[in-house]
C-alpha cells in the first residue's frame, strides 16, 4: 500500500510540473506530452523554474518549449498519455485541467484511471474521484504501477507542501487487504491512517478483519496501529490486542514465532509447543528454529531450513531432538529417553548440469522417535517401521562409454533397531561396446552382434544398532569390498523361427578383510577372528538360450467379441558354471573329537560372500503367457476402432534341472499371474512356488517325488480396487486427471485429506488451496466419494505342518464429500486372522473460504488421539488459530 501511495504522489508531481507550462491546451480526447525526467531538484523549493517570474518561456505556448533549454536539469525520459471518454477541459482562467469519464492517465507502468480527474495548478493539487449514476458510486480511482494496485473513494494531493488526502483506501500488499477510511500524508516517511481494517479476505463483505482507529504507516518499512479487535461477519468480538506490528517490506522478515499452549498431555503436564525465532537469512535460504517445554521437565528443538537458488537446486534440511521425560522421579516407572530425527532433501535442476546429478532424500535418527514424538503431527509416521536414507551423485563422461555413480545409503528397521549403511558405494559402468559393428555401426551378423560391457561396484558395509549409531563401535564390525563384473552376448537366428543368444561372464571379487577360525581347547568352541587384509577369487558361467514366440488366435463371429489372441512364449536355456569354491576350502576342528571338522572359506563373512560352491550344469524351462481381445464398438456404424483388451497381462511358469547334482535335480516350479479388470479398476497379482520333492519329519526335502506331483510351498494374492461417484456417472466423460492426486489405496497419506500440523504456528496445510474462495454448488442427491480397497492374502505349507494363512489383511480409504466444502477423509483396515481393526485415522475438514477447520481422529489403538484446528490460511495471520489436541495416552502406573 505504501509502495502505491508513494508512486501516486510521485507520478501525480510529474504530471502537474509538466502541466504548468502550458497556457493553451486544446480539448480532446487523446494528448501526448512529453514528461520530465525525475530529478530531485525540480521539487525544491528554490529552483528557479519557480522564482523566475519574467521568464519569457513561460508566455509562449508549450509547443515553442525547446526541451534542450532544460538539460542538463531534466531531460524527457517518456510519454505521458491521458485520456477520457467524454471530454478533456482546460481552463486557462482558473488554470485547471478537468478529465472526464473514464479518465485515464499512463506513464511508463504506472496507470492512474478515474471517472473525473483535475489539475489545479493555481492552487498546486489533483484531485482524483469517481461518478455517481443510477448504479450508485462507479469508476474509483484505480492506481496500479507494475503488479501492485491500490482503489480508493478519492484523493487529493497538494504539489507544494507534498501532503495528501485519500478516501475510501482499498490496496492489496501480498495476501493482505487493507481498507483505510481517511489517510493523511505528512512526509515521505510518514503517514497516518483512520479507522483502518486488515484481512486476508477477498470477499467484498470480509469473513472477517482486524479493525482499529488509527494507524501510523512507514512507507517501505512497517505499520504500527493502536487497540485493535477481531470482527468475524461484521460482529464484534471480545478478543483485542493493546497495539500491534505488521512489517510491509516485500522481502522475508526474521521475527519471533508465538507458541501455543498445550494442555492436553496428562503425564507431561502443561506446556507450550513450536515458540521460537524464524531467520531470513538471505533470499536463498531462510532457518528456523522452534522449541517445545512442558512442566514435567520433557522439552524439544526443531531447525528446519529452506534454501533455493533458481535454475539450480533447492532443498530442505531439519533437525529434531527431544527429551522425553515419563513417569514421577522417584517411581520405578520414571524414566528418560533422547530421541532425534534428522531428515534432508535435496534436488538439482535438470538444466544446472546435463551430466552430473546430485539429489539427497535422508530420513535418519531414532527408532523410537515418531512413536514417542511429542508433535501430533508424527502419529501417522508412527506405523512406518522402516527409514530410508539415500545420497546419490552421478556424472556421464562425454563421449566415452562410461558412466559413474556414488551412493551413500541407510536403511534402519525401528522394530528391530538394526541399522544398515553403505558410505560409500561407488559404482563405474561401461556400456555395451560392439566392437565388429559394420560401418556406421550397423549389426546384421551374430559377429557383428557380439557386444561387452563392464561395471565395477565398490561398498563399504557398515552394520549396527541404535545404540552404537553415530558411535565408534559401529565401525568395528564394518566391511570393504569391490566386485568386476563383464559379460559378452550375442543372438542369432536359427531356424526361421527360433533365437538363439550365447553368452559368457566373468566376474572378480576383491575383499578387503578376512576370517580366520581357531579351536579353543578351552572353552571347546571355535573362535572366528577377522583379520584385515586383500584376498580376492575369480568366478565365470557360460549359457545359451533357445526362445520363440507362437501366436495363436480365435475368431468369433457373432456379437462385439471379435477375436482373442494367445500369445505363448517359451524359452530353453543351458548353462554351466564350475564349482569354484572347492579350491578354498579350509577346515578346522569344532569339537574334542579330533575327526570332527568344520569347513569354510576365508570369505564367508565378506561383504560379497564366499564364491559359489558345487558344480552347476543346468537347463532352465520358461513359459510366458498372454491374453489379448478384440472387441468392436458399441455402435457397429460408427468410425470407431476396434478396441483392444489385455485379459491376462502374464502368466508365467520357470524351473530349471541340474544335470550335475547327485539328488533334487529339480528346483521348485515358480509362477505368477496378473491382469487388470474393469476398465483398470480391478488389479489382481498372484505367485507362488510349488515343490516337485517331498520333506522328511523335519522339513528337509529328500530325493522322493510328490505323490500328487507337485505341493504347493507358498502363494500371496493382492488384489487392488479403486472406485468413485464420478465412475458410476453415465453422463459424466472421464477425467484422466481425476486420480492424479495420488487417493489411491497405496498412498494412505492423501486419502485422509489435507495434512495439518495442528501445532505448526505458521497453520501450513499440503493440500489447501491458500487463500481461495471455493464456488458452491448444491449436490442434491449427488454426493462425491471414493473408496480405495487393498486386499492382502499369504498362505504357506513347510510339508509337516498343515498350510496355514500367515496375512490376510483388508484396508481400505478414501473420500466423501459432504459438500462442496465439508469433506470427510478415511482410512483404516481389517485383520481377518485376528478379527482386529489396524491402525485407522479420520479427518474432518471445512473449507471456510479465508479460514480452514481441519479435525484429525485416531479412534482406538495405541495411538489413538485427536486433533482440533481452526484458523486463518494465508500465512501473514497464521498465529491467528485455535488449536486443541490429545496425544496418545501413556500408562503412568
Known sequence: MQTNLSYILLFCSFFFIKISFAQDIKTSKKTEVPLIKKDTSIFKKKDSLFNVKKDSLLLKNIDTISMDSLKPKETIEDMITHIAKDYTIQNAKEKTVTLYNEANITYTDIDLKAGIIVIDYKKNTLFAKGIKDSTGYVQRPVFKQGNEESEQDSMIYNFKTKRALIYGLKTKQGEMFTYGEKTKRVNDSTVYIRNIRFTTSDKKVPDYYIATDKAKLVPGKKIIVGVSNLVLADVPTPLFLPFAYFPMTETSVSGFLIPSFDTGSSD???????GGYYFAMSDYADLTVLGDVYSNGTWGARVTSNYKKRYRFNGTFSFNYENIITGIRGFDDYSKANNFNIRWSHNQDAKASPNSRFTASVNLGSSSFFKESLNQYNVSQSQNNTFNSSINYSKTFVDTPFNM????????????????????????????????????????????????????????????????????????????????????????????????????????????DYINKEYDVTDNVVVTDTLRGFKTYREYNMGVSLSTNIYGTFNFTKGR??????????SISYSYRPDFKDKYIKEVQQSALATDLLEYTVFDQGIYGAPSSGLSNSIGISLNNVLEAKVAPKDPDSDEEDEKITLLNNLNFSSSYNIAADSLRWSTVSFSAGTRLFKDKLALNFNGS????????DGVRIDKFNPNIFRLTNANLTANYSISSKDLSKNEKDNPNDNKNGNGANNPTDTMGANIDPTNPQGRRENSQQNKTSKTELYQSTIPWSINLVYSANYSNNGVDPGSIGIHTLGF???????????????????????????????????????????????????????????????TLSDLKWDKNKPPDRTLF
Open 268 to 274: 507431561r503436564g502443561i506446556g507450550f509447543q513450536n
Open 405 to 512: 555413480a556414488i551412493t551413500a545409503s541407510h536403511q534402519q528397521n525401528t522394530n528391530t533397531e538394526s541399522i544398515t549403511m553403505t558410505l560409500p558405494s561407488v559404482s563405474l559402468n561401461m556400456n555395451r561396446l560392439y566392437p565388429f559393428a559394420g560401418k556406421d555401426g550397423i549389426k546384421k551378423t551374430p559377429i557383428q552382434k557380439l557386444g561387452f560391457n563392464y561395471n565395477m561396484l565398490g561398498q563399504y558395509l557398515i552394520n549396527t544398532t541404535d545404540d552404537e549409531f553415530f558411535t565408534s563401535k559401529m565401525f568395528e564390525t564394518a566391511r570393504a569390498g569391490m566386485q568386476h563384473k563383464t559379460s559378452t552376448n550375442t543372438n542369432i537366428k536359427a531356424f526361421k523361427y527360433f533365437t538363439l543368444s550365447p553368452s559368457a561372464n566373468y566376474e572378480e571379487t576383491w575383499q578387503f
Open 561 to 570: 467379441l471379435k477375436a482373442i489372441r494367445h500369445t505363448f512364449r517359451p
Open 690 to 697: 510349488l515343490d516337485p520333492y517331498q520333506v522328511n519329519d
Open 813 to 875: 480409504s478414501g473420500n466423501l464429500e459432504l459438500s462442496p466444502k465439508w469433506k470427510v477423509g478415511y482410512s483404516s483396515g481389517y485383520d481377518v486372522k485376528n478379527g482386529a481393526f489396524s491402525f485407522s485415522r479420520f479427518n474432518f475438514t471445512r473449507d471456510l473460504d479465508s479460514w480452514q477447520f481441519n479435525f484429525n481422529w485416531v479412534p482406538f489403538g495405541s495411538v489413538s488421539s485427536y486433533t482440533f484446528f481452526i484458523g486463518v490460511k494465508s500465512s
